[in-house]
C-alpha cells in the first residue's frame, strides 16, 4: 500500500522565484481554500500556498460526518459548500458525504473563482518590518511578498515564525475562571474496568505497555503543555470491492495490550462511530472507547516539531491505526465474532486513489494557538461572555479528546476527555488578529486565540470556512482602508459580513430545532 505523507521535501524547485500579491494564504486547509476563494471574488489577487499536495484539509480527508452543532450558523460560502455538495447528490444540502465528492466541490469552486493552488510549499522563513509581514519564503526558494497574508494552517507556522504571541496545550481552569480546561478525569472514552498498566498483569517491575505515562497524575484542573489525541478519519467500506486491511511495517502486538485486556473484560463497542456516509456501504469512522483510532500521547511533540520529525510523527499514526485494524482482523486475543466482522470492513476503493486509500490528512485537533487581546474561553461557550464584534458563530460541544494515558492505584487510566454541550455563541473578530504591536497584516481564522477547551468547540470544519471567509473580507477592508488589521473598524466589516451571508446571530431562547440525530455527536469529533 502507498502511505501518504505530510512532508515532501523533494517536489518542486522554485529558486529565484518570486511573487506579488493582494492576499496571500497560507495553507489549503478548508479555511483557506475559501478564503482565497472570497479574497478573488472581491477583486484581490491572491496567492494560495498548500502546504504539501493535498487540498481541503479534515473536509476532504476522511471527515465527511460534518460536525456542526447547529446548522442554522452555517452560512456564506461555507454554506454554499455543503448546498453544492447536496447538489452532488440530488437533495438540496449533504452533511455526510465522500471525501471524492468534497474535493470535486472544493476543485470547482477554486477553478470558477480563477485560484490555482501552488502545491508543496513549505514555510522556511518570514520578514518582519515594524510589525508588518514584508515576505514570507519557502523551502522551494519562492518567495511571496503581499500586502495581506493569512495562516489558514492547522499548526499555525506562519503565525509562529511571524512572532505572534501563541500557546500550546491546556491552561489552568485559575487562568481564565474555566472549569472544563487543564487535566481532566472523566467517564467518557474511559476504562470503566480496571485494566492493569505493566507488561505483566500486576507486576509493576515488568514496565509500562506502551503509550502509558510515567508520570504521577496531576491535580485535576492544572495546565500543562499536552495536546488531545490526533488520528485519521478513516473512510471504510463493507462494499465487496473494499481493500482488506494491511499488516504495518514494525507492527508490534504490545501496541494494542490494552485493548486486548479490555475486550477481555466483555467491551463491545468497537462498531459505535462507524457512521455512514453517502456512498458504496461507505462511512466515516471515528474514535470510539478506551482504546481506538486516537494514538493517544503519540502527537505531544508535533505542533513545534520540524517538518522531518512531522513527517515521522504522521508515520507513527499511519503505522498505529493499520495496526489497530490489522489487530482486530488477525490477533487471536480478539473474540473471533469480532474478528469476523472487522474483516468484513475494508479501506473503500474509490477514496484517495493516491494515497493507496488511507486519508492523506492527519486530523490535527490542535497545535498552536494565538494569544491576541481577546480570547475564547468557556465563558464565551457558556454565554456568559458576549461579544459585540461577531464575525461567525460556534455552536459544537466542548470536546477535548484524551492527552495522555496514567496509572492510578495500579490501573490504567486515560485522561484529557471533556464533552459539553453548548448552545450558538458568538466569535469575536479581535480572536482571529494578532495582538496589537504583531503583525498588523496578518489575520489567523484557524490557530485563533482561544482557550484549549474553548477551542475544542470552535475548532469544527465549517466554523473553519466560515472564519476563513470573514477573515478575507477583513482583509480585503484593511486594504480598501489603508489600515491594519487591529484597527479595522467593525462598524464597516459587519455590513460586508452581512452581504456575504454570515450567520452573526442568533435567537437561542428556544431549543434547537433539529432532532438530536442531526446534531453531531458531542465528544466524538
Excluded at 505531544?300 to 499511519?318: C, D, M, N, T, W
Aim: charged letters at 25%.
Amino acid at each position: 500500500m502507498k502511505i501518504p505523507t505530510y512532508y515532501q521535501s523533494e517536489i518542486g524547485n522554485r529558486e529565484g522565484q518570486h511573487l506579488s500579491c493582494d492576499l496571500c494564504v497560507y495553507g489549503a486547509t478548508s479555511a483557506g481554500i475559501i478564503a482565497a476563494i472570497e479574497g478573488r471574488k472581491r477583486g484581490l489577487n491572491v496567492v494560495l500556498l498548500a502546504n504539501g499536495s493535498h487540498l481541503g484539509g479534515l473536509t476532504t480527508g476522511g471527515l465527511g460526518y460534518t460536525d456542526f452543532g447547529d446548522k442554522r450558523i452555517v452560512g456564506g460560502l461555507s454554506r454554499e459548500f455543503y448546498k453544492r455538495v447536496g447538489a452532488h447528490y440530488s437533495v438540496v444540502e449533504e452533511w455526510k458525504f465522500e471525501p471524492s465528492v468534497a474535493s470535486r466541490v472544493f476543485g470547482e469552486m477554486l477553478r470558477e473563482a480563477g485560484v490555482e493552488p501552488i502545491l508543496f510549499q513549505y514555510l522556511s522563513s518570514v520578514a518582519v518590518e515594524k510589525g508588518r509581514i514584508h515576505a514570507i519564503r519557502m523551502e522551494s526558494g519562492l518567495v511571496v511578498e503581499a500586502a495581506f497574508l493569512i495562516d489558514a494552517t492547522y499548526e499555525g507556522d506562519l503565525m509562529a515564525m511571524a512572532g505572534v504571541p501563541h500557546t500550546i496545550g491546556r491552561e489552568s481552569n485559575a487562568q481564565y475562571g474555566e472549569l472544563l480546561n487543564g487535566v481532566q478525569v472523566r467517564e467518557h472514552h474511559q476504562f470503566t474496568l480496571p485494566v492493569s498498566p505493566w507488561i505483566k498483569e500486576g507486576d509493576p517491575t515488568s514496565g509500562l505497555l506502551p503509550g502509558i505515562s510515567s508520570e504521577p497524575l496531576a491535580p485535576q484542573g492544572s495546565g500543562d503543555k499536552k495536546i488531545q489525541a490526533y488520528n485519521f478519519r478513516m473512510c471504510l467500506s463493507r462494499a465487496e470491492d473494499r481493500i482488506p486491511f494491511s499488516k504495518p511495517t514494525g507492527y508490534d502486538p504490545l501496541d494494542y495490550e490494552l485493548l486486548a485486556r479490555f475486550l477481555r473484560s466483555g467491551w463491545r463497542e468497537t462498531f459505535v462511530k462507524f457512521d455512514a456516509i453517502r456512498g458504496n456501504k461507505k462511512t466515516d469512522t471515528n474514535n470510539h472507547g478506551p482504546v481506538s483510532t486516537d494514538y493517544i500521547g503519540g502527537n505531544h511533540g508535533y505542533p513545534e516539531a520540524s517538518y522531518q520529525l512531522r513527517e515521522e510523527i504522521f508515520q507513527k499514526h499511519v503505522r498505529y491505526v493499520q495496526g489497530l485494524f490489522w489487530f482486530y482482523c488477525h490477533d487471536e486475543r480478539v473474540p473471533a465474532k469480532l474478528r469476523e466482522e472487522m474483516s468484513r470492513w475494508g479501506l473503500a476503493s474509490e477514496e484517495f486513489d493516491s494515497t493507496g486509500h488511507w486519508p492523506p490528512q492527519l486530523y490535527i485537533r490542535e497545535a498552536r494557538r494565538m494569544v491576541g487581546d481577546e480570547v475564547i474561553t468557556e465563558l464565551n461557550c457558556r454565554g456568559y461572555r458576549k461579544t459585540c464584534e461577531p464575525i461567525g458563530l460556534g455552536a459544537y460541544g466542548m470536546d477535548s479528546h484524551n492527552c495522555q494515558r496514567v496509572v492510578v492505584d495500579g490501573r490504567v487510566l486515560n485522561e484529557g476527555d471533556v464533552q459539553n454541550w453548548v448552545d450558538p455563541y458568538a466569535i469575536p473578530y479581535r480572536s482571529i488578529v494578532p495582538p496589537s504591536g504583531h503583525a498588523e497584516n496578518l489575520l489567523v481564522p484557524v490557530c485563533l486565540s482561544a482557550s484549549h477547551i474553548a477551542y475544542g468547540s470552535v475548532r469544527m470544519e465549517p466554523v473553519f470556512m466560515i472564519l476563513g471567509q470573514s477573515a478575507a473580507i477583513a482583509a480585503d477592508l484593511c486594504l480598501k482602508e489603508k489600515t491594519v488589521a487591529q484597527k479595522l473598524s467593525y462598524q464597516l466589516l459587519k455590513p460586508e459580513l452581512e452581504r456575504a451571508g454570515q450567520v452573526l446571530g442568533l435567537d437561542v431562547s428556544d431549543k434547537l430545532p433539529y432532532p438530536h440525530s442531526e446534531l453531531g455527536n458531542p465528544g466524538e469529533g
